[in-house]
């Protein structure tokens, strides 16, 4: 009789702390959504000289002295901000935030994902697209989009980090 009372005791308690995980997972999540759905003031501009012709967006990656990678090109008069949120590396419940942004061509398609984790990060598209290679620790990246499409993009380093750009014509 007493070693039942031990496994029910004991299923309780994994019953009781996976309820308290999930539970933890549901808020942290609740949260990263409803604070980070708000847009971030653009930080920087390109010359207007620097124009992309027909491609899916500019050829070149420059690295700047501050550490930012901004390609040449058009950008959009709007630029649309994703973080990469601090502990991204070290857990699942953490990624790019938003998850998904829509934008418009002429309108607000350059995006612009900062790193504001510990760890280095990529923005690597699926398609192949678009890739920042290695962004270090308060790195950004910079992208315009000019075609319209769904492109999911990934950390090369972290396997949970997916997320996806929506891009409509304008």
Known sequence: MRRGKGRAAAAQGLLTAL????????????????????RFPAQQSEPAG???????????????????TEQTGAPSPDTTFVKI???????????????????????????????????AHTVTAKDGSFGSGNMASGSSYTYTFTTPGTFTYYCAYHSWMVATVVVKAG
């Open 85 to 119: 949120l601090l502990g991204s590396a070290d857990s699942v419940s953490y990624s790019f935030s938003p998850l998904q942004v829509t934008v418009v061509i002429g309108v607000n398609n350059t995006v612009n994902w900062v790193n504001d984790d510990n760890a």
């Open 19 to 38: 309820l308290v995980g999930a539970g933890m997972i549901a808020v942290a999540y609740a949260t990263v959504a409803l604070s980070d759905s708000q």
């Open 50 to 68: 620097n124009q992309a012709s027909g491609s899916n967006a500019s050829e070149t990656s420059l690295p700047l002295a501050n550490g930012t």
